[in-house]
């Protein structure tokens, strides 16, 4: 049976894959709390990773330690460099993909996926300049901040990976409130207090964040959408 790995940052992210997830149990191992299902005769593990460096090194590093899968994807959010990138577009990570993506593309079919460059950052990007500045001097259309470890540890392992994405964020549509209200990284939460005391502050930024959580529901679907037709089509 083939087994497959699928990777979230957050539960944000994964909600609707998991909630369409057959068989579903939650199980513990090394540390971890992982969400096993099935999609057809496919066996799948969820993991999420957290946000950043530090704890999705320490994390993916638990969850493939005497594990071996015939997959793994990296899934979830990205935000756009560029201006050719919209919301809710797809993307295939090109420069940390291991699997032969020409194959990939037919299975994603009827989807539209755009092959890209993508760059992982140590911190969110809040800035429409800092956007374009890291644009020109990387060559990436899009950012995020967990599958380049992934593809380190992948490679270590020597499990192929696809990096799939959906964008959330460009350069025209950024975050409805400074990142570190939104989501404090060192504690992998978002601090209520600290967002209502924003919004008390800021009042007109409420439709922002109330068109930003429509924003990321649509990017659940559509993730979640992609993912079982990929793993339909294997």
Known sequence: MTRIAVTFALPAESSEFLRRLGNKAR???NR???VQGTIGDRTIEVLH???GEKICKERIGNFLQD???DLLISAGFAGALNHELQINDLLVAKNFSTIDLKQAHLLFSPLVIHPI???TVRAVIDSSEERERMARESGASAVDMETEFIARACAVHEIPLLALRVITDTPTQLFPAPPSV???IQQQRTHIAALAKFLLLNPSRLANLIRFASRIAGARTTLANALFEFVRNL
Do not use: N, P
């Open 32 to 34: 971890l709390r992982i």
């Open 67 to 69: 594990q071996q899968f």
């Open 117 to 119: 460059d993508l760059l």
């Open 27 to 29: 199980a513990d191992r």
């Open 182 to 184: 939104l989501f404090d």
């Open 49 to 51: 990773t957290g946000v």
